[in-house]
């Protein structure tokens, strides 16, 4: 049932949108989300609100290409506002000398009918890096109202090491976890 169900998105989204298009992440549905270890009791939980982007995606042949990420860093809400205040600073983002952290890609690699994987550099404190991120598509479908624009809902998921980019604040003495899981629900509509 599953896999119908998978095969008859693809279908649809395949007799909408037979050719590459340009795709736009909306940004009142898009959440770039991410938890780190703190002292080893629990995960703190971080949200980005500033997010935009686009990529191109063919439907029919599942390529993606140009893949365009921008988040400001200094929208970053831990929800408490000291450590908002530590998370901005030197230690961690440095937002006062790095206002935007990027993520390009290239292409895509379908592993299924309704997932893949898209490996890109993530750039962040100056440095860029290869990282992952593991996609669901969710829907490919019109909008049922609003702007009635044809729309891919994605659910993506990766793990980086904050140490690859310098952020080594309390990582030796174990006080903030050295991994970073990050998620990213969102819906994506088609350009015109």
Not at 72 to 92: C, E, I, K, L, P
Not at 97 to 109: L, Q, V
Request: proline share 3%; aromatic share 8%; net charge negative.
């Amino acid at each position: 049932m599953r896999f119908l169900a998978a095969a008859a998105l693809t279908l649809a989204a395949t007799s909408v949108q037979a050719a590459p298009a340009q795709y736009s992440l909306d940004p009142e549905h898009t959440l770039v989300a991410f938890t780190v270890e703190h002292i080893g009791y629990a995960r703190v939980l971080g949200v980005f609100s500033e997010v935009s982007g686009t990529f191109t995606y063919d439907a029919e042949t599942q390529e993606l290409s140009d893949v365009s990420v921008t988040v400001g860093a200094a929208s970053v809400d831990t929800f408490h506002d000291a450590r908002n205040g530590h998370v901005n600073a030197g230690d961690f983002l440095d937002t006062g000398n790095f206002r935007e952290i990027t993520f390009t890609a290239s292409e895509g690699s379908p592993l299924g009918e309704n997932s893949g994987t898209v490996t890109g550099d993530l750039s962040m404190l100056g440095q860029s890096h290869p990282v992952t991120l593991d996609v669901t598509l969710n829907k490919a479908a019109e909008y049922p109202f609003g702007h009635k624009k044809f729309t891919l809902g994605l659910s993506i998921t990766a793990e980086i090491m904050r140490s690859e980019w310098g952020m080594t604040y309390a990582v030796e003495n174990g006080l903030v976890g050295d991994a970073v899981s990050i998620l990213i629900e969102t819906e994506a509509t088609l350009m015109e």
